[in-house]
């Protein structure tokens, strides 16, 4: 477990904690639905691990705006791959322009299925300091592809509730909180914040349903 160390800005549960109450204010939690705490105490990731801090501090709050997939009787948040998550954000011909980044980003990942400011996910990886695992922010406009941000989960929630300012870019932070990205970016990637990844084949799970597809229709 990552060991936490006094950053001299807030993290964490009082920053999330922050970002529900202005949230709350300008009407973006209007009709909050939190979890139970004695759930949210028992609650792991894909990766089995418990949730963070400040994801706790989040859901105990309000789970409808963020809109993650959860087993309230396995008390487990449920993951998808990184491909998944491109092929549910947009669409299945956007898949192999991320090939890059599907094999650098392996971990399982948590999707953002609510009412976010882009295509986000929970990478399960290497969390920081605080505990806090990075979130991944995904474009793709005119067939290029653009992922990264490494966004500490609390700051970025912070950053969608307005608690902190907005991110223009894929990895804009507060400049007090510039260090952290960079830190993520490092022990879960190759050190790049955001990047364009190169362009890979489908998986061998796409292929294998492509051929499929083809196989019927030239039996039909």
């Known amino acids: 477990m990552a060991s936490k160390k006094d950053t001299g800005v807030l993290r964490g549960a009082k920053l999330v904690k922050k970002a529900t109450t202005s949230a709350s204010a300008s009407g973006i939690l209007a009709s909050p639905e939190p979890l139970k705490a004695s759930l949210a105490k028992k609650m792991v990731l894909p990766n089995g691990e418990p949730i963070s801090a400040g994801m706790k501090e989040l859901l105990t709050t309000d789970t409808d705006w963020i809109g993650i997939d959860y087993d309230d009787e396995e008390a487990e948040i449920e993951g998808m791959s ?81 608690a902190l300012e907005r991110a223009k870019q894929i990895g804009d932070v507060p400049s007090e909180y510039a260090e952290f990205p960079k830190a993520l970016a490092t022990s879960n990637g190759d050190g790049r914040v955001v990047f364009t990844p190169k362009a890979g084949e489908a998986s061998e799970k796409a292929a294998d349903d492509e051929d499929e597809d083809e196989t019927d229709d030239d039996a039909s």
Request: charged letters at 20%; aromatic letters at 14%.
């Open 82 to 162: 990184l491909e998944e998550v491109v092929e549910e954000a947009f669409g299945e011909e956007a898949v192999a322009a991320f090939g890059e980044a599907f094999e650098m980003l392996s971990e399982d990942v948590v999707y953002f299925n609510g009412e976010v400011s882009r295509p986000s996910c929970l990478y399960c990886g290497t969390p920081d300091d605080a505990g806090e695992y990075p979130v991944l922010q995904l474009s793709w406009e005119n067939g290029v592809a653009s992922i990264g941000g490494f966004v500490p989960f609390d700051i970025w929630v912070a950053q969608e509730l307005g």
